[in-house]
């Protein structure tokens, strides 16, 4: 965290909570919250670059790779997405295998070709956490606390960006970090990993116009539930 050992953040942390600001419990999204506001202040940066801090086969031409897009002026891009192959001898994003990719396409063939979901479907691997940004795009976005925090930033770019500012960046890296194992508990690991970005996608849709209604989201032939499951069984084959 940003703050350990620093009793500046960590006083203004606590203020930040008796306020009523931030959890108690912490996380990846208050973390990057406080990184950026930190970046912000100092007010002598123009582009950001995220990546996780688990990746075991970090190779420091990641860090180019994500800043390439926006510091050549001549490219004109205010938000890149990171993304690299997870193919190895195990099953690995299984959260956009078995999740994400199912229920975006699963709504686009219910609710037709939305300009949102066209966006987010595109990208090539929407969960990966590593990206960058402009200064000033930064200052608009809102920053998710929870672990829909990738899907939620997708869902601030489509805000605040057009989409020729928006670009997809290939890290050619042998990509490894440290796994998180628990499905089965709603109040953390890939469980709640998958509640907390179901939340971010309805509210962007929601805002887009789309209305929720029970023959939406019944479990039946005509249903999501149905549509995801199809959609699930090929992309595990």
């Not at 006083?11 to 009523?20: D, K, P, V």
């Not at 998710?144 to 989409?163: D, V």
């Not at 887009?208 to 069984?233: A, M, P, W």
Request: hydrophobic share 40%.
């Amino acid at each position: 965290m940003v703050w350990t050992g620093s009793p500046a953040m960590e006083s203004l942390c606590s203020q930040l909570w008796a306020e009523g600001f931030l959890e108690a419990t912490g996380g990846k999204g208050r973390a990057l919250w406080m990184c950026i506001g930190y970046i912000l202040a100092c007010r002598d940066t123009e582009v950001i670059v995220v990546h996780d801090c688990d990746i075991l086969t970090y190779d420091r031409l990641l860090l180019g790779r994500l800043a390439y897009p926006l510091v050549v002026p001549d490219m004109e891009y205010d938000f890149a997405k990171g993304y690299y192959a997870r193919v190895t001898d195990r099953l690995h994003g299984r959260v956009t295998r078995l999740f994400v990719t199912p229920v975006m396409r699963a709504l686009r063939s219910m609710l037709g070709p939305l300009p949102f979901l066209e966006y987010l479907d595109s990208y090539r691997y929407p969960l990966s956490g590593e990206f960058s940004l402009r200064a000033f795009l930064a200052r608009s976005i809102r920053i998710p606390s929870n672990l829909g925090l990738e899907i939620g930033l997708l869902c601030e770019a489509y805000r605040n960006c057009t989409p020729r500012h928006i670009c997809q960046v290939d890290l050619s890296i042998d990509y490894e970090h440290k796994h998180e194992l628990s499905y089965e508990d709603p109040t953390k690991g890939l469980l709640k990993m998958c509640i907390d970005i179901a939340g971010y996608l309805f509210a962007t849709l929601a805002a887009e116009g789309i209305v929720f209604t029970d023959n939406l989201l019944k479990d039946d032939t005509g249903g999501l539930s149905s549509h995801c499951r199809g959609y699930g069984q090929g992309i595990r084959g």
